[in-house]
């Protein structure tokens, strides 16, 4: 698909519309009648219709996100995109958001860490159904449960381990992912969302590379090669196939990066500052521009660079890196997507962070994502920022 995000050749373009004028004047009185019967009043989506619901439904409570971004692109091409608000306000030497400044994207940097991982499965002849002991270091003690511990336990939060979602650097840095493994499976492997689930593909994904023909040297023993190793696979076999150079966990230079703020922070108010993830990347953590995010989007789902036909279904079966299903809400097919958030605070009306979404509609070819540097921002009906986009493109379907 080389040809996405690119324009149309418009020569080309003027002659088929030429064409196409004449075809009709020359038909239109023949097929009028049969065109009036084939009319029915199925709604049909509309993507201009879509776009405003989004920018509404954001702007709905009269306080609008710091800086904010979207992106909506239709089979592979992107249609509808548009920046607003500051990536830093005045206390903080007042910069402009746009759709080439870098955010934390948060979790939907699990999503990433997914795909890598049907990558690898797939060249070493595993399945999503086989364990994950073997491709452990040597020497980490393996505690109850874990050598039953498969790659889809972890790819959908039913693995039973034990950690927490904060203190990010202890809990999901390489001693702590070595101390959830040595405590192992202690609770049960039903859902429950944590970090430290993906955090161990930072290990995982560069053992599995070290057992293939040409993969370059690679200690899983030591915690400063498999940050490194594993940041590199995941250039080289995911943002390199995509032309996106220098795609990490390490933010732009401090006086110019993306800062992260409350609605309510008031214009002197200073915004946090998200330095390197490199140390506890996985499932979290990755820098990037929004259109950057719609293009990982549009190969997944339009191509097979990335994935094959089969492994995007499975991951779409399984919902691996991806939101839980929601059927109540996915009233015009199936919808898959990854929601990121880092706050800090529980409260919404004082957490400055960020919120990031991702959104594939099959049924559509069209693929959205939604940024914001801020929380405590009102959305319209709901505080889930997934929930919104469903809720703008099941209000945009009209009758023709």
Known sequence: MSNIFSNLNKSKLVNTLFFLSIVLAFTSCEVEDTLNELQTNTPVFDIETFEQNLIDYVEAGGDSPIGW????????????SNAYGKARNAADGSM?????KEINIASVSKFYTAIAVM????ANNLTIEDDIVDWLPNTWVKGPGVSNLSFKDLLKHESGLQSTNNNFDTTLGYQGLKDCIETGV?????????????????????????????????????????????LLYMQENIFDRLSLPLVGCFPEDRTVSTLYYNVNDGSNNG???????????????????????AKVNAYFEHTEILVSKEQRDEMK???????????????????????????????????????TQIVM???????CVVVMN??????????SLRQMIYDAYNASWVQP
Do not use: C
């Open 69 to 80: 971004a979207y992106t909506i692109s239709r089979n592979g091409n992107l249609e509808k």
């Open 96 to 100: 402009d958001f746009a759709l080439n």
């Open 119 to 122: 990558q690898l499965l797939e």
């Open 186 to 230: 202690v609770n049960a492997k039903t859902r429950n969302y944590l970090n430290v689930n993906f955090a161990l593909y930072r290990v995982l994904i560069p053992s599995l590379w070290s057992n293939l023909n040409g993969s370059p040297a690679i200690d899983i023993e030591n915690d400063a090669n498999t940050q490194f190793m594993y």
């Open 271 to 293: 915004g946090q500052y998200y330095g390197s993830w490199n140390n506890k990347s996985g499932g979290g953590g990755y820098f990037m521009t929004t259109l950057e995010m």
């Open 317 to 355: 079966l399984h919902r691996l890196g991806m939101d839980i299903a929601d059927p109540a809400d996915e009233t015009h097919g199936n919808y898959y997507g990854k929601a990121g958030s880092i706050g800090t605070s529980s409260d919404p009306s004082i957490s400055q962070g960020v919120r």
């Open 361 to 367: 509609f099959p049924g559509t070819g069209v693929d």
């Open 374 to 383: 801020s929380q405590g921002v009102t959305l319209q009906g709901t505080t």
